[in-house]
């Protein structure tokens, strides 16, 4: 039986192949590359195609592909073979460093956001050699960047890899104050844990709405449901278990670290939790995740949904995205630490994320904003649309301590020594957790738990990055030029304590007396995606991007467009599916199960035999068929009237007129499914559904 460690990562191009098979000169050079974000030599390129092209074709490979994230949310690729002519009429393998670093896929059939137009097709692909180049489907896949003939970035990674190097490069100017002169990157990393829908292949190829939206728009609960909360760390089940192996089999091959495996709350729900990855390689696992996780589903006989919210009335899918920064040398940045100088560093560092994070706390709620999300956000699963932190009590005491000079009430508990003596001691161990808290501190990193199951991680952590950088940025500046270093340390950390502790909230986020306390406190709280999205062209935000070089002024009105457009099409989708299925399968068969009970009243009344109960649900399916039409013409009429002239209003309409009808053609047929006999239900139901998997 073969072992784990025999052949995780086969199907990557990683360090250990780049060390064996590239002189050394040359993987001295593509490791500076990789390490330190400097530019790569062309004649690098060409050895390193060269030994990539030799080693993909001994494994199997055929073609080649510069895979890349565009603003779909989801990948693409382009493959081409590696057969060139020779002189004989036959063909050799072969592969140049300009192919490696350089592809041109056409840039105006993606979403663009106006930076390309149909007659405006030339684009480029570039080689990101800091996430290794891997085999799938007997295909080289080469991760890049995407960018149009201008320059824009057209893609998910640009930003991220720029979001990145900004954080590493404040990072490096306030860890040199601390005598850290030895650090030469610093760079974020995640672990982004992902929970999905496993049902059966069957019932999905049966339900239209899952096939064109991803979740139910019709369906009334079933008896059972989360309810008892037995499905949650439950026995997986066969099918399910033989899914998750090979998942994790083919995971393991790519270098994917895979680590965690669990059912979830609802049922038919499962989590995979992974490793921390570098965070542009996080991000790039998680779209191999995402993708392996419906292919080898299919191979089973199995769907998996990563909708947020495929079925009412039980738990959606989040991606929760543990998010932490560490130093080429090995220290995290949000570990407290065990010497006086890193406490004192680790406050810095925290107070500089509570800061982030209140002063763009509608860029994370932009960054986790779908209309597949909003139906999860602020249910009991999720945490309220408002963005706020959690900190934990012990932690929250060393801050009130800092800002009030009152004393520690240590209870017992053992604190660990700051170096400056104005700074107060820190709480070993000072964790916890609340699942209602959008971003919470577990410990020596964060999790923003608002992420939705279908997002890429890269949006979150590009809007969480800038954001830190920025405030890292200001720190320095002050610090840099202190006479007094300690005490301007601590009235640093207190002021920005004072001026931003609206966001901690170590509470119930589900309660309703803290959406009264945030709107008190003067948090945003955006509920729907067409509320959030204008935050994106809001001064403040233009400003952060592009002073830190993360997004142009128009890049970043490309993603307000796409964000709006992308929204109303979601809708507008779904409205036209629900229509679809209730005039071509409810309707239709809610009229012949009406006949066949007339027919059923009129021969047993020529019996004499009593009919209430026929009656009774004929007269009550009629009124369902009457309201069902009503609705149905309503929501084909709103669709004829949608604004057209502005994105923004656009998506508005869709959201307050478009929704509430679908809504309401499934409160009607939903009400009526009980009415109806199973074998005449048109559709898979609930019951099918949740516990078709045995």
Known sequence: MK???DYFGCLVFDDKVMKSRLSSDIYKSLRKTIDNDEELDLSVANSVAQAMKDWAVENGATHYTHWFQPMTGTTAEKHDSFISPDADGRVIMEFKGKELVKGEPDASSFPSGGLRATAEARGYTAWDPT???????KCLCIPTAFC??????????????RSMQALSKQAIRVLKLFGHNEVKTVKTTVGPEQEYFIIDKKYYDQRPDLIYTGRTLFGAMSPKGQELDDHYFGTIKTRVQEFMNELNEELWKLGILAKTEHNEVAPAQHELAPIFSTTNVA??????????????????????????????????????????????TGLNLLEPGATPADNAQFLLFLVAVIKAVDEYQDLLRISCASASNDFRLGANEAPPAIISMFLGSELQAVLDHIETGKPLNCDGKTFLKIGADVLPPLPKDSTDRNRTSPFAFTGNKFEFRALGSSDSISCCNIMLNTAVAEELKQFADILETSKSFDKDLHELIKKTI?????????????????VVEAEKRGLLNLKSTPEALPYYIAPKNIKLFTSNGIYSE????????IGQEHYAKVVNIEALTAIDMATKGYLPAISKYSSSLAKTIEAKKSLGV???????????????????????NSLKDALGNVPEEDVAKTSLYYRNDILPKIEDLRTVIDSLEGHVSKENWPYPTYGDLLFGVR
């Open 3 to 5: 072992q784990v460690q």
């Open 131 to 137: 996430s290794y180049a891997f085999i799938k489907d």
């Open 148 to 161: 149009s003939y201008g320059g824009e970035a057209l893609d998910k990674k640009t930003p991220l890899l």
């Open 498 to 514: 004072i001026e931003h502790k609206r966001i901690i909230f170590n509470g119930n986020g589900y309660d309703q007396s803290w």
């Open 554 to 561: 128009t890049e970043i009105h490309a993603r307000y467009e």
């Open 283 to 328: 991000a790039d696992h998680n779209q191999i995740t995402m993708e392996l996780m419906q292919k080898i589903a299919s191979k089973h006989g199995l769907v998996c949904l990563l909708h947020e919210k495929p079925f009412k009335g039980v738990n959606g899918s989040g991606k929760h995205n543990n998010w932490s920064m560490s130093t080429n």
């Open 610 to 632: 009593d009919t209430t109960y026929e009656e009774y649900e004929l007269n009550t399916l009629s009124l369902g068929l009457k309201n069902a039409l009503a609705v149905v």
